[in-house]
Each structure stands twice: as structure tokens, then as C-alpha cells.
């Protein structure tokens, strides 16, 4: 028997990386599952790995970016299942301009609607049956960039990813009376694709003491299983061997500078 036996959990950004290991993770403790991701192709990889296990899981595009994708996805899941008992916002968004000298608005907007507006709209829409049974489960993958500013986050990923916190914070401080538990979890450094994505690519010396995305499920699917009465506020995880990001900065710096800019 499973522990998440007769719940429904829908994770975003579940095609790839830390949402994908959570996602067979809580299939296997039992979970019906919805995901979701911007790209069918990994989508379908994941539904066809659980249902091969027996698991219960369909998928659903949605950009995070665009309201209306995360209106349908909370309505397709409300159609589909009545409710959902654990929400898992992992989906994640950087910039390649790093430097608070060069970012321009809509990079800084787009990075924002992802890591933080999105979520925020999604648990809303999410959150009246959750309410109505007294008991729910929402988690959000942040990152130690909240935490601790500087150029490996970037000046748009890490004030998004500190929103994403507050909202949390606010989130658990007015519904926990109601039965809504709601965790916070901030990875450091984790090899996964968004990774790919930074002005200074990691090789893969760089990568080869970071974390793994099936260590940040375990804490995903922990705060998921635990009895109803405890909730785990927040959830840090950094590498046990640290690295020399020098480099890494010293391109962030200059990422997306003009021709000619010291």
C-alpha cells in the first residue's frame, strides 16, 4: 500500500529534471497524476515510463508564462478528477542576462510570470475544493538564489524565486487554520536542463559534485507524505562538495552587456 494511496497530485514542469523524478516518485507511492510542461514530447516520455509501472498519470501543456494556459490546465484538472490533493509548482524559468546593469524589462517579466505569478495563479484556482475537504498540499520548488543574491541566480531569478517564497509564507500563514499545508523548497545548484540555459554552461567537472534531481524529490515527495497534521515549512538542500564559481560569475557579468561595455 502506498502512502499517497487515493490522492491526486499534479506537478508542473514534470517533463524534465526534478518534477519528472518527483513525478515517479509519487506514482509509485500510489498518486494519480496529472503534469504538466511546455513541451509534449517530454510529457508524453513520462506518461508512457509511469503507465509501463501501472501508474495513473495523464499530461497536459501549459506555458506558466500565459494565463490562459494556466487557466485550462487548472480547469482540465478540476474536469478530469474533482480536486487535487498535493500541488507541486516546480516548473522553473531563468534569463540569459544575469546583471541587474543589463536585464531589460521583459526578460525580468517573463522570469517573474514563471517562477512566481504563474504558481501564485495556479494554487488559486486550485485551492476551493482543497478548502471545501479541509486538507491540501501545496509545495513550490524555490532555489537558495532567494535566499542569497548574486550573478549565478541572476538579478531576475533570484527576486522571482524570493517572491515565490512570500507568497508562500503568506500562503501558509492564512489558510493552515483551513488544513492547507504549504513547503518551500530551496535547492542550491541541481543538474538538471535549466542549467543549460546560463551564460557559463556547467562542463561536466562543474556538475560532477552537484546534486542530483532525485535527491530534491525525495525532499518533494517526504513533504508530500507526511501525516496531515505536520507540515514542513521550508526545505533547504545544497551540494556537500562546494565549487569554484568564479568563472561562472565572471560571464554572468558581462551576459548581454553592448558591444564595448566594461
Known amino acids: 500500500?502506498?502512502?499517497?494511496?487515493?490522492?491526486?497530485?499534479?506537478?508542473?514542469?514534470?517533463?524534465?529534471?526534478?518534477?519528472?523524478?518527483?513525478?515517479?516518485?509519487?506514482?509509485?507511492?500510489?498518486?494519480?497524476?496529472?503534469i504538466a510542461g511546455r513541451r509534449q514530447a517530454p510529457l508524453d516520455d513520462v506518461v508512457a515510463e509511469i503507465t509501463a509501472s501501472g501508474g495513473k498519470i495523464t499530461a497536459k501543456t501549459a506555458d506558466m508564462e500565459v494565463q490562459e494556459?494556466?487557466?485550462?490546465?487548472?480547469?482540465?484538472?478540476?474536469?478530469?478528477?474533482?480536486r487535487i490533493d498535493i500541488?507541486?509548482?516546480n516548473a522553473g524559468h531563468s534569463?540569459?542576462?544575469?546583471?541587474?546593469?543589463?536585464?531589460s524589462r521583459e526578460e525580468f517579466d517573463s522570469v517573474?510570470?514563471?517562477?512566481?505569478?504563474?504558481?501564485?495563479?495556479?494554487?488559486?484556482?486550485?485551492?476551493?475544493?482543497?478548502?471545501?475537504?479541509?486538507?491540501?498540499?501545496v509545495i513550490l520548488v524555490s532555489s537558495m538564489a532567494a535566499l542569497r543574491g548574486g550573478l549565478l541566480g541572476g538579478v531576475a531569478y533570484g527576486p522571482a524565486k524570493a517572491a515565490a517564497k512570500m507568497y508562500m509564507d503568506n500562503l501558509r500563514t492564512e489558510l493552515r487554520q483551513s488544513g492547507i499545508r504549504a513547503t518551500t523548497i530551496y535547492p542550491a545548484e541541481?543538474?538538471?536542463?535549466?542549467?543549460?540555459?546560463?551564460?557559463?554552461?556547467?562542463?561536466?567537472?562543474?556538475?560532477?559534485?552537484?546534486?542530483?534531481?532525485?535527491?530534491?524529490?525525495?525532499?518533494?515527495?517526504?513533504?508530500?507524505?507526511?501525516?496531515?497534521?505536520?507540515?514542513i515549512d521550508d526545505m533547504t538542500f545544497t551540494p556537500t562538495i562546494q565549487?569554484?564559481?568564479?568563472?561562472?560569475?565572471?560571464?554572468?557579468?558581462m551576459a548581454g552587456a553592448p558591444e564595448g561595455a566594461v
Open 1 to 34: 500500500m502506498g502512502k499517497l494511496d487515493g490522492k491526486v497530485a499534479l506537478i508542473t514542469g514534470a517533463g524534465t529534471g526534478i518534477g519528472r523524478c518527483a513525478a515517479s516518485m509519487f506514482a509509485a507511492e500510489g498518486a494519480e497524476l496529472v
Open 243 to 253: 565549487r569554484d564559481t568564479t568563472k561562472d560569475v565572471a560571464v554572468a557579468r
Open 69 to 82: 494556459d494556466i487557466e485550462a490546465l487548472a480547469a482540465y484538472a478540476l474536469e478530469k478528477h474533482g
Open 87 to 89: 500541488l507541486v509548482n
Open 190 to 231: 541541481v543538474d538538471t536542463p535549466i542549467l543549460n540555459n546560463r551564460p557559463h554552461v556547467p562542463d561536466a567537472e562543474a556538475r560532477s559534485t552537484m546534486m542530483l534531481p532525485e535527491d530534491i524529490a525525495e525532499g518533494i515527495l517526504l513533504a508530500a507524505t507526511l501525516p496531515a497534521r505536520t507540515m
Open 112 to 137: 517573474y510570470a514563471v517562477n512566481a505569478a504563474g504558481p501564485a495563479q495556479l494554487t488559486r484556482l486550485l485551492l476551493p475544493p482543497m478548502l471545501e475537504c479541509g486538507e491540501g498540499t
Open 95 to 103: 534569463s540569459k542576462v544575469r546583471s541587474v546593469r543589463w536585464i
